[in-house]
């Protein structure tokens, strides 16, 4: 047994001090002034005791590119995050389409010391955007959600029998939503610093007409939505007024589309090559009164760990993406809760409670009878961000040398404690 003692419990409903009674693998008690002799007795003192981080989207590269991101180091990365469980995309190689790569990934996660991970499955085989997987097979053997992530679906027929064909087998649609018509070989957002850097540009409406068409997909099949990475002020319109009419839609954005704008490529750092691209100063205001008003149900991280030789050449020529599962909270609670735009029970819901409800997961709350999955906070702990200490093989992230607050100090996995 373990005992968490003189406890903050930070829940998406509320907050109180307390303490937080582990036995075999479950919360047993959650209440103030316990005493239990046999227990071992860690002083909480100070500390923030949240539910599990589930991470919704993260990409570890396994099977078939492990040179940049495993199961095993990326569990340990979202361990050492926060995180209890991660959801891992399918644009690996070969794409997780089928029930043995399913398996695959759930056998390497019982193998990891870090946090469970639970892979998503294709929307359509090898993410071609034509054929549609076995949702029901993958399914059984662990997938938790599909999502051709990477890629858009870009046929809208296709897309339409994706979301009835998944409601049939309660699995969530996640859509990478974007028009490449109008994307197209474009590197950053559309706008002022693009000119200046003479760099391709990538209009919004890449992302919100694809996010559009989405949600009148969803209603038409009366299915449930998951929109990825969102990152632009109307995509957060279209999303607010498409749950205002009552269609079944999610949403998540990334700490990179709150903390930073789009004038990270004036220094032409290829970190902040991202898909879809850093914004304007007026799209992160709308990130941001999104976040705070519920219309963005989550926080996730979109990880993507790339290898040094790559990301470190022509911006042109370098991926998307920046590594994110060992920075998130400390940037959300710098960003949003140090700057009183959301409460520390916001971010309990966003990075906790609504991943798991969405999912089908188990965690998302401190209370009697839930499975242990539990992460300590210091929230009075300074960092700066040190790409070299990370546990991820990827060290490409946007926020490397940023002076950030609050420290993940313990993570407890099913009562295990996975991070020291």
């Excluded at 064909?165 to 197209?184: C, N, P, Q, W």
């Excluded at 789009?262 to 709308?286: C, F």
């Excluded at 790409?387 to 996995?413: C, E, I, P, Q």
Aim: net charge negative.
């Amino acid at each position: 047994m373990i005992l968490l003692k003189n406890a903050t419990v930070v829940n998406a409903d509320g907050m109180a001090q307390s303490d937080v009674l582990i036995d075999d693998g479950i919360i047993a008690r959650v209440e103030p002034n316990i005493e239990e002799f046999e227990a071992q007795v860690i002083d909480c003192e100070g500390k923030l005791v949240f539910p599990g981080f589930i991470d919704m989207h993260s990409h570890f590269r396994d099977p078939g590119q492990t040179y940049k991101e495993d199961i095993i180091t990326g569990a340990a990365a979202a361990a050492a995050g926060g995180y209890t469980a991660v959801c891992c995309m399918p644009n690996t190689v070969p794409p997780l389409d089928n029930a043995a790569l399913m398996a695959y990934v759930r056998a390497r996660s019982e193998a990891a010391d870090g946090a469970e991970v639970y892979p998503i499955g294709c929307i359509t085989r090898g993410q071609k955007g034509e054929e549609l997987c076995e949702y029901g097979l993958m399914k059984e053997a662990g997938a938790i959600a599909v999502s051709d992530d990477g890629l858009p679906v870009a046929n809208g027929s296709v897309m339409l029998n994706a979301l009835k064909y998944a409601k049939t087998f309660g699995l969530t649609v996640i859509s990478h939503s974007e028009d490449k018509s109008i994307s197209g070989s474009g590197v950053v957002n559309a706008g002022e610093n693009a000119t200046t850097a003479g760099l391709r540009a990538i209009p919004a409406a890449a992302e919100s007409a694809a996010i559009a068409r989405d949600v009148l997909l969803a209603e038409e099949a009366d299915a449930s939505i998951h929109i990825a990475h969102v990152s632009t002020a109307a995509s957060v319109d279209i999303i607010r007024s498409a749950k205002a009419r009552g269609i079944k839609v999610t949403c998540e954005t990334c700490p990179h589309y709150f903390a930073a704008t789009d004038d990270e490529i004036l220094s032409y750092n290829t970190n902040a090559k991202i898909n879809p691209p850093l914004r304007s100063q007026a799209d992160v205001d709308a990130i941001i009164a999104g976040i705070a008003d519920g219309t963005i149900d989550a926080i996730a991280t979109d990880h993507a760990p790339h290898h040094f030789d790559e990301k470190n050449r022509e911006f042109d020529y370098a991926p998307f993406g920046t590594v994110g599962l060992e920075t998130a909270f400390s940037v959300a609670y710098t960003k949003l809760v140090l700057t009183d735009a959301v409460a520390l029970t916001d971010l309990a819901r966003l990075m906790s409670y609504a991943p798991a409800k969405i999912l089908g997961l188990d965690g998302g709350r401190i209370a009697s009878g839930a499975r242990a999955d539990i992460t300590v906070i210091d929230p009075d702990t300074e960092l700066t961000v040190d790409t070299s200490a990370f546990k991820s093989k990827g060290k490409n992230s946007l926020f490397d040398g940023w002076r950030l607050k609050g420290k993940v100090v313990k993570v407890f996995v099913k009562g295990e404690e996975v991070y020291l």
